[in-house]
């Protein structure tokens, strides 16, 4: 039961990346119908800068964290000012691989800058843990769950109630009746751009805490929210989080419990868990749990 | 002026420039320092797959990031066979390529219920997934640590030893660079014939608008899967003939970052022609064995020696990056549609220069030639 409880929640706390991360994916795709497949170095990218403003530049970690957030979210900024807004209206194939294309540009320039080793997120938790009635619980797992449930009601609110939220969920509905109301839609893809980056930061920074630690490898995870997304649908950001907690909570079962029933499928199949159960998820639903089926007109 | 060239002539210039290339690809070997003979044999291997990839994804519009999982596919079945087994590569690479082409009959039916971007990320699955069992299944792959994979032998020829007739002796880069050349050669005429069947009108229905296609009677079920063959079997030959020249494969090979290389050599190539795939992994595989032959002149590159700023590989992945986003914006068409302006080009300036000659003498007012619309026929046709 203990070990039960433990691995619970290790998942929701990964659960929290990846919902994060989704969130990071599906405020692009349902503005700009962009599928961001940078999001992954973007995350790096946040991650290694705090880090480096930690222990380079000593800066208290909170300071580190929120310049590294903006850091981030300008680098998505400028990727839709200065690149995608020429491929505005381009197949969805040129923007995947635009998106491909900045992912390869920083997958290099971080080992470069940082050098190709793993190193520690600078946080102030450390391997500290909260002790409860026979559990321990990391004080960074904590403060992922407690930061993305912020993040999340904040983007919600944001959505909700705000005058850019309101922009960016009529761009989503139909982009060429939203210009034609006057809604600035390569500033809501922007926008949409910023938030991602600053989302993906605040993941990559919780996903070096401890036990595992700041490496360029870390940009695989995001590709791991690639599941949460479609459980949840492309275009819902509630399913998304959804997804992603599920995901989460599915990768730390797997991991804690396969190897001792299922051998068979050897040590690592947590890694790949995520994958079998999106091919088996899309098999039947193939637009996701949520997503909705575009209709199609000749 | 007479450079406007005939219809004739062009029909006539156009296999005279295929045997010019030829004969020169068959020269090269002789040409070449034993480094860049190797990297020549790379590009060519890669070609074919990155054939393949242009099947799949520039004829028939199904975005694919799995191509790393059908090349590893042919590289351990050619290790299997060829080193488990002691067969001749005479069985092992065309078993490559059914093997990989089965697996893609079977990932092809997934294509048939995503569509674009979801089938994307179902393929970046799939490398996982690929990657995880080459690292598991130690019985096919030997596991995480590798595997080597024999050498190619033909009977009594072996590629380890080269090959001499006479005076004329070739090593073994030579041999790979030439068995690759030749099913280059046989894959790109078999794209060719291919693409001008109903097979190939059907993929470019299928590419262009799915649902119109199937409305007009196209079967865009087997349209699919077929392209998914096609694409996966060169990529299972192109697999076994990289994992064989490398000599040694491990799992972290077959990455992402693979596929992601193979969608950048048919984007920056051309994606809908036969010499797009050949010209991108030139570029491709041309560019970090140029950057590692230079590092130790260019002071910011690392190599063995100096402990420069950058690793050649990293530049090269940069450059990959800005290229890619480069042509995407500027030239979707790739190199091959900078060659067709450049053509289009000269050809509009003699058009207008003929035309100009033409009207020259007396100036026919009553019938304007118009200029502009006779440079837009000469430019779409």
Redesign the interface.
Known sequence: MTTFVQLLFAGVALGAVYALIALGFTVVYRSSRVINFAQGELLAFGAFITSWLVLTANLPFWAAFVIGAVATALVGWAFQVFVLRFALGRPEFTIVMLTLGLATVLSSVLPTLFGNFPRSNGDVFGSSALHAGGFSFFWVQIWTIVAAIAVLLGYGAFSRFTKYGLAMRSAAIDPEAALAVGIPLRRVYATSWFIAGAVSCIGGVFLGGYPSSVSPTISDVALLAFPAIILGGLDSPSGAIVGGFVIGVVQELTQGYQPRYIPALGNDFYVIAPYVVMILVLLVKPYGLFGSKPAERL | MTAVMSPGLRRFTKPATVVAILVVALLLPFMLSDYWLSTAAFVLIAAIGALGLEVL?GRT?Q?SLGHAFFLATGAYVAGWIGGNEHMSAAVWLPAAGIVAGVLGAVVGP?AL??R???L???T??LV??GQ?LA??WTGFSEGAGGRSIPDVTFGSLNFTNGFSLGSLSINRNGCYYYLALIILVLAMLYVRNVTRSTLGRSMVAVRD?E??AA?LGVNVARTKVRAFVISSALAGISGALYGAFLSFVVPQEWG??LS?QY??MI?VGGMTSLWGPVLGSIFVIGLPALLQDVSSSIPFLSNGSNNG???P???A??V???V??AF??LE?RGVVGIGHRIAGLARRRAAAQAAQAAQAPPPDTTTPTNPTSHEEVQATS
Do not use: E
Request: glycine letters at 8%.
């Open positions: 994804t519009g975005i997934f219920r995503l674009g971007l979801y994307a990320i179902v970046i699955g996982y997934i995880y690292a598991t608008r649902l119109a409305v992402l970052v992601i969608v950048v984007v700023v950058i690793a590989s990293d530049a992945n940069i990959f990056g800005v890619l986003v995407l914006i979707p």
